[in-house]
Antibody, heavy 121, light 107 residues
Framework: EVQLVESGGGLVKPGGSLRLSCAAS????????LNWVRQAPGKGLEWVSS????????YYADSVQGRFTISRDNAKNSLYLQMNSLRAEDTAVYYC??????????????WGQGTLVTVSS | DIQMTQSPSTLSASVGDRVTITCRAS??????LAWYQQKPGKAPKLLIY???SLETGVPSRFSGSGSETEFTLTISSLQPDDFATYYC?????????FGQGTKVAIK
Protein backbone atom coordinates (compact mmCIF):
# COMPACT_ATOMS: atom_id res chain seq x y z
CA GLU A 1 0.00 0.00 0.00
CA VAL A 2 1.33 3.39 -1.00
CA GLN A 3 1.78 5.68 2.00
CA LEU A 4 3.03 9.23 2.24
CA VAL A 5 3.40 10.73 5.71
CA GLU A 6 4.26 14.38 6.15
CA SER A 7 5.85 15.87 9.26
CA GLY A 8 7.56 19.02 10.43
CA GLY A 9 4.69 21.47 10.39
CA GLY A 10 4.01 23.88 13.21
CA LEU A 11 3.85 27.50 14.28
CA VAL A 12 6.62 29.80 13.08
CA LYS A 13 7.09 33.56 13.15
CA PRO A 14 7.19 35.64 9.97
CA GLY A 15 10.68 35.54 8.51
CA GLY A 16 11.38 32.18 10.13
CA SER A 17 12.23 28.81 8.64
CA LEU A 18 10.77 25.33 8.73
CA ARG A 19 11.68 22.03 7.12
CA LEU A 20 8.94 19.63 6.09
CA SER A 21 9.55 15.94 5.53
CA CYS A 22 7.56 13.28 3.72
CA ALA A 23 8.26 9.62 4.46
CA ALA A 24 7.20 7.26 1.69
CA SER A 25 6.53 3.54 1.69
CA UNK A 26 4.78 0.88 -0.36
CA UNK A 27 6.34 1.72 -3.74
CA UNK A 28 9.71 2.07 -5.46
CA UNK A 29 10.41 5.60 -4.30
CA UNK A 30 13.29 6.39 -6.65
CA UNK A 31 11.16 5.67 -9.74
CA UNK A 32 8.62 8.46 -9.20
CA UNK A 33 8.60 12.24 -9.39
CA LEU A 34 7.36 13.99 -6.26
CA ASN A 35 5.56 17.19 -5.40
CA TRP A 36 4.44 19.56 -2.68
CA VAL A 37 0.96 21.08 -2.84
CA ARG A 38 -0.55 23.43 -0.25
CA GLN A 39 -3.99 24.55 0.78
CA ALA A 40 -4.59 27.68 2.83
CA PRO A 41 -7.42 27.41 5.39
CA GLY A 42 -10.74 27.41 3.55
CA LYS A 43 -9.07 27.96 0.17
CA GLY A 44 -8.22 25.95 -2.91
CA LEU A 45 -5.22 23.86 -3.85
CA GLU A 46 -1.94 25.46 -4.90
CA TRP A 47 1.00 23.63 -6.45
CA VAL A 48 4.26 24.54 -4.69
CA SER A 49 7.12 22.50 -6.15
CA SER A 50 8.10 19.37 -8.09
CA UNK A 51 11.25 17.26 -8.24
CA UNK A 52 12.38 14.60 -10.69
CA UNK A 53 13.59 11.13 -9.82
CA UNK A 54 17.21 12.06 -9.18
CA UNK A 55 17.09 15.75 -8.32
CA UNK A 56 17.59 16.44 -12.01
CA UNK A 57 14.47 18.46 -12.60
CA UNK A 58 13.23 20.92 -9.98
CA TYR A 59 10.46 23.48 -10.41
CA TYR A 60 8.77 26.00 -8.14
CA ALA A 61 5.69 28.15 -8.14
CA ASP A 62 6.47 31.85 -8.51
CA SER A 63 5.05 32.47 -5.03
CA VAL A 64 7.82 30.42 -3.36
CA GLN A 65 10.71 30.71 -5.85
CA GLY A 66 13.87 31.76 -4.05
CA ARG A 67 12.47 31.02 -0.58
CA PHE A 68 11.65 27.29 -0.68
CA THR A 69 13.93 24.40 -1.62
CA ILE A 70 12.69 20.94 -2.53
CA SER A 71 14.95 17.90 -2.21
CA ARG A 72 14.76 14.13 -1.94
CA ASP A 73 16.84 11.33 -0.48
CA ASN A 74 16.16 8.14 -2.42
CA ALA A 75 18.18 6.08 0.08
CA LYS A 76 15.81 7.18 2.86
CA ASN A 77 12.61 7.20 0.77
CA SER A 78 12.07 10.77 1.85
CA LEU A 79 11.05 14.09 0.34
CA TYR A 80 11.80 17.44 1.91
CA LEU A 81 10.76 21.08 1.67
CA GLN A 82 13.01 23.68 3.24
CA MET A 83 10.97 26.84 3.75
CA ASN A 84 12.77 30.10 4.50
CA SER A 85 11.63 33.72 4.85
CA LEU A 86 8.15 32.53 5.72
CA ARG A 87 5.22 34.88 5.33
CA ALA A 88 1.70 34.88 6.73
CA GLU A 89 0.41 33.90 3.27
CA ASP A 90 2.41 30.67 3.47
CA THR A 91 0.03 29.45 6.19
CA ALA A 92 -1.50 26.27 4.82
CA VAL A 93 -1.74 22.51 4.99
CA TYR A 94 1.18 21.16 2.99
CA TYR A 95 0.65 17.91 1.13
CA CYS A 96 3.26 15.59 -0.29
CA UNK A 97 2.02 14.04 -3.54
CA UNK A 98 3.47 11.37 -5.81
CA UNK A 99 3.71 11.87 -9.54
CA UNK A 100 2.00 9.09 -11.45
CA UNK A 101 5.25 8.06 -13.17
CA UNK A 102 8.92 9.02 -13.29
CA UNK A 103 8.08 11.84 -15.68
CA UNK A 104 7.35 15.44 -14.83
CA UNK A 105 4.26 15.91 -17.01
CA UNK A 106 2.11 13.70 -14.84
CA UNK A 107 -0.75 14.19 -12.40
CA UNK A 108 -0.51 13.41 -8.70
CA UNK A 109 -1.88 9.98 -7.96
CA UNK A 110 -1.22 9.51 -4.24
CA TRP A 111 -1.26 12.13 -1.50
CA GLY A 112 -0.31 12.28 2.14
CA GLN A 113 -2.69 13.59 4.76
CA GLY A 114 -0.87 16.89 5.07
CA THR A 115 0.95 18.88 7.74
CA LEU A 116 -0.19 22.31 8.91
CA VAL A 117 2.18 25.25 8.76
CA THR A 118 1.08 28.41 10.56
CA VAL A 119 3.05 31.61 10.10
CA SER A 120 2.10 34.11 12.77
CA SER A 121 3.68 36.40 15.31
CA ASP B 1 1.55 31.33 -16.96
CA ILE B 2 -1.50 29.29 -17.88
CA GLN B 3 -4.62 30.12 -15.88
CA MET B 4 -7.35 27.58 -15.19
CA THR B 5 -10.88 28.91 -14.70
CA GLN B 6 -13.41 26.55 -13.20
CA SER B 7 -17.17 27.01 -13.18
CA PRO B 8 -19.43 27.11 -11.38
CA SER B 9 -17.80 27.79 -8.02
CA THR B 10 -20.70 26.08 -6.26
CA LEU B 11 -23.65 24.06 -7.41
CA SER B 12 -26.58 22.51 -5.61
CA ALA B 13 -27.87 19.20 -6.84
CA SER B 14 -29.91 16.21 -5.75
CA VAL B 15 -29.05 12.53 -5.65
CA GLY B 16 -29.55 11.12 -9.14
CA ASP B 17 -28.87 14.41 -10.93
CA ARG B 18 -26.45 14.69 -13.83
CA VAL B 19 -23.75 17.19 -12.90
CA THR B 20 -21.28 18.96 -15.17
CA ILE B 21 -18.30 21.05 -14.12
CA THR B 22 -16.26 23.08 -16.62
CA CYS B 23 -12.61 24.03 -16.61
CA ARG B 24 -11.19 26.48 -19.14
CA ALA B 25 -7.50 27.04 -19.85
CA SER B 26 -6.12 30.45 -20.82
CA UNK B 27 -4.28 28.77 -23.71
CA UNK B 28 -4.17 25.35 -25.30
CA UNK B 29 -2.99 22.59 -22.95
CA UNK B 30 -3.70 19.64 -25.26
CA UNK B 31 -5.10 17.00 -22.89
CA UNK B 32 -2.81 17.58 -19.89
CA LEU B 33 -5.67 17.87 -17.46
CA ALA B 34 -6.75 15.94 -14.39
CA TRP B 35 -9.75 16.09 -12.07
CA TYR B 36 -9.71 15.61 -8.31
CA GLN B 37 -12.33 15.16 -5.62
CA GLN B 38 -11.69 16.50 -2.14
CA LYS B 39 -13.77 16.02 0.99
CA PRO B 40 -13.38 18.20 4.10
CA GLY B 41 -10.24 17.42 6.08
CA LYS B 42 -9.05 14.88 3.52
CA ALA B 43 -6.44 14.80 0.80
CA PRO B 44 -7.62 15.11 -2.81
CA LYS B 45 -8.36 11.96 -4.78
CA LEU B 46 -7.48 11.55 -8.47
CA LEU B 47 -10.53 10.82 -10.61
CA ILE B 48 -9.54 11.54 -14.23
CA TYR B 49 -6.21 12.08 -15.99
CA UNK B 50 -5.30 13.01 -19.56
CA UNK B 51 -8.68 14.75 -19.74
CA UNK B 52 -10.73 11.59 -20.19
CA SER B 53 -8.93 8.58 -18.68
CA LEU B 54 -10.64 7.14 -15.62
CA GLU B 55 -8.29 6.38 -12.72
CA THR B 56 -8.37 2.77 -11.55
CA GLY B 57 -11.06 2.17 -8.95
CA VAL B 58 -13.06 5.32 -9.72
CA PRO B 59 -16.77 4.64 -10.43
CA SER B 60 -17.81 4.80 -14.07
CA ARG B 61 -20.41 7.51 -13.33
CA PHE B 62 -17.45 9.91 -13.47
CA SER B 63 -16.27 10.92 -16.90
CA GLY B 64 -14.08 13.60 -18.41
CA SER B 65 -13.99 15.18 -21.83
CA GLY B 66 -12.46 18.03 -23.76
CA SER B 67 -9.14 19.16 -25.17
CA GLU B 68 -7.13 22.29 -25.89
CA THR B 69 -8.87 24.93 -23.76
CA GLU B 70 -12.21 23.53 -22.60
CA PHE B 71 -12.80 20.53 -20.40
CA THR B 72 -15.69 19.03 -18.49
CA LEU B 73 -16.15 16.63 -15.62
CA THR B 74 -19.51 14.87 -15.64
CA ILE B 75 -21.12 12.83 -12.91
CA SER B 76 -23.88 10.90 -14.65
CA SER B 77 -25.99 10.17 -11.58
CA LEU B 78 -24.96 11.96 -8.40
CA GLN B 79 -24.57 9.70 -5.37
CA PRO B 80 -24.49 10.69 -1.67
CA ASP B 81 -20.74 10.03 -1.55
CA ASP B 82 -20.16 12.54 -4.37
CA PHE B 83 -20.93 15.68 -2.38
CA ALA B 84 -17.48 17.25 -2.24
CA THR B 85 -15.28 19.87 -3.86
CA TYR B 86 -13.82 19.16 -7.29
CA TYR B 87 -10.66 20.63 -8.78
CA CYS B 88 -9.16 20.54 -12.22
CA UNK B 89 -5.38 20.46 -12.58
CA UNK B 90 -3.28 21.37 -15.58
CA UNK B 91 0.04 19.57 -15.42
CA UNK B 92 3.09 19.98 -17.55
CA UNK B 93 6.74 19.43 -16.90
CA UNK B 94 7.62 22.78 -15.32
CA UNK B 95 4.38 24.06 -13.84
CA UNK B 96 1.07 22.84 -12.52
CA UNK B 97 -2.08 24.93 -12.04
CA PHE B 98 -5.28 24.09 -10.21
CA GLY B 99 -8.68 25.53 -10.93
CA GLN B 100 -10.39 27.40 -8.10
CA GLY B 101 -12.64 24.45 -7.21
CA THR B 102 -16.33 23.62 -7.48
CA LYS B 103 -18.26 22.70 -4.39
CA VAL B 104 -21.09 20.26 -5.05
CA ALA B 105 -23.69 20.68 -2.31
CA ILE B 106 -26.94 19.00 -1.49
CA LYS B 107 -30.01 20.80 -2.81
Amino acid sequence: EVQLVESGGGLVKPGGSLRLSCAASGFSFSFYSLNWVRQAPGKGLEWVSSIGISNNYIYYADSVQGRFTISRDNAKNSLYLQMNSLRAEDTAVYYCARGATSGMSVPFDYWGQGTLVTVSS
Amino acid sequence: DIQMTQSPSTLSASVGDRVTITCRASQSISNWLAWYQQKPGKAPKLLIYKASSLETGVPSRFSGSGSETEFTLTISSLQPDDFATYYCLHYNSYSKTFGQGTKVAIK
